[in-house]
Nanobody
Framework: QVQLVESGGGLVQAGGSLRLSCAASGRTFSDHVTTWFRQAPGKEREFVAAADWSDGRTLYGGSVKGRFTISRDNAKNTVYLQMNSLKPEDTAVYYC?????????????????WGQGTQVTVSS
């Protein structure tokens, strides 16, 4: 069993940066795939970034590639999403999720564990 808690959301101006955190308890991230999704009002959930901590591979959604970076701190059992060059279209609730394999990593329906979400608002 894994419990996930996101934090770090807030209001930022376009062009600014935020770092989201996803703290895990129950099990470590070392044997999980950890993924960030987001959902804006009236829109479908969108894949943002994923990392397989067993081999270090990562995958990013097309709209954030080059601007966002997923990373982790083993000692804190925490995964981060560094978001730079933020745009108003990045405004959404951001969710952390975890599962055991990298298969269909962008499919939210594949995930067993979810956090409660953290709001990110980017003003123009």
């Amino acid at each position: 069993q894994v419990q996930l808690v996101e934090s770090g959301g807030g209001l930022v101006q376009a062009g600014g940066s935020l770092r989201l955190s996803c703290a895990a308890s129950g099990r470590t991230f070392s044997d999980h795939v950890t993924t960030w999704f987001r959902q804006a009002p009236g829109k479908e959930r969108e894949f943002v970034a994923a990392a397989d901590w067993s081999d270090g591979r990562t995958l990013y959604g097309g709209s954030v590639k080059g601007r966002f970076t997923i990373s982790r701190d083993n000692a804190k059992n925490t995964v981060y999403l560094q978001m730079n060059s933020l745009k108003p279209e990045d405004t959404a609730v951001y969710y952390c999720a975890a599962k055991y394999t990298f298969q269909r990593v962008a499919d939210g329906g594949e995930y067993s564990y979810w956090g409660q979400g953290t709001q990110v608002t980017v003003s123009s």
